[in-house]
Nanobody, 125 residues
């Protein structure tokens, strides 16, 4: 079965950290650029970060630059999003997706690709 499965979300206080994982099955994640998106009900989906499959180059949205780090372990068919210094405005459902690319306006989600089911991140005191 071809799928992406996220985990690692939860409730954290402002300033705290979480690490999200995205495990791929049924396909080789290393062949694809992998990305993380987030969405809040009633707001547009936001591309947060992505990493290429070729040279490991990364992209971060301005809203998370310096706080989030994307990585991948191709041997484990897994991608990660380390989130530090979390803020209440980071609260959202986070999704991993592949393949993704970066366009003139930010990250472009896959048109024919893979999406995870999402994991909730809540930043609140």
């Amino acid at each position: 079965q071809v799928q992406l499965v996220e985990s690692g979300g939860g409730l954290v206080q402002p300033g705290g950290s979480l690490r999200l994982s995205c495990v791929a099955s049924g396909f080789t994640l290393g062949y694809y650029a992998i990305g993380w998106f987030r969405q809040v009900p009633g707001k547009e989906r936001e591309g947060v970060s992505c990493m290429s499959s070729s040279d490991g180059s990364t992209y971060y949205a301005d809203s998370v630059k310096g706080r989030f780090t994307i990585s991948r372990d191709n041997a484990k068919n897994t991608a990660y999003l380390q989130m530090n210094s979390l803020k209440p405005e980071d609260t959202a459902v986070y999704y991993c997706a592949a393949p993704v690319r970066v366009g003139v306006s930010g990250m472009v989600p896959p048109t024919n690709g893979y999406w995870g089911q999402g994991t909730q991140v809540t930043v609140s005191s």
